[in-house]
């Protein structure tokens, strides 16, 4: 399994971006998408994440302003940000909670994509 992020970039504040990953390889079932984010000499957070039902958590600091949604793919998933603020700066990570075929389930991580604010 594999997870491929993009999007991110460098914006000014007030600004949106998007970012998206897919999850290709053998996939059972995905049972959870998301994102987290770390920024330098911080612990990596949750930003948000959706399950297979559609339920969706957001950490409290971009709620109103981010919003995550399946693609037309449902191994897929996007994250629209909007009214960037220069504390969204970190390297955003694709995560995804996965059963495969055989065993039980499993995190997969994708690679950091950075996403820099300017204030």
């Known amino acids: 399994v594999q997870l491929q992020a993009s999007g991110g970039g460098l914006v000014q504040a007030g600004e949106s971006l998007r970012l998206s990953c897919a999850a290709s390889?053998?996939?059972?079932?995905?049972?959870?998408i998301g994102w987290y984010r770390q920024a330098p000499g911080k612990q990596r957070e949750l930003v948000a994440l959706?399950?297979?039902?559609?339920?969706?958590t957001y950490a409290d600091s971009v709620k109103g302003r981010f919003a995550i949604s399946r693609g037309n793919d449902r191994n897929t998933v996007n994250l629209q940000m909007n009214s960037l603020k220069a504390e969204d700066t970190a390297v955003y990570y694709c995560?995804?909670?996965?059963?495969?075929?055989?065993?039980?389930?499993?995190?997969?991580w994708g690679q950091g994509t950075l996403v820099t604010v300017s204030s």
């Open positions: 959706i399950t297979s039902g559609g339920s969706t």
């Open positions: 995560n995804a909670d996965i059963t495969p075929p055989m065993g039980s389930s499993r995190p997969y």
């Open positions: 390889g053998v996939i059972f079932r995905l049972n959870a």
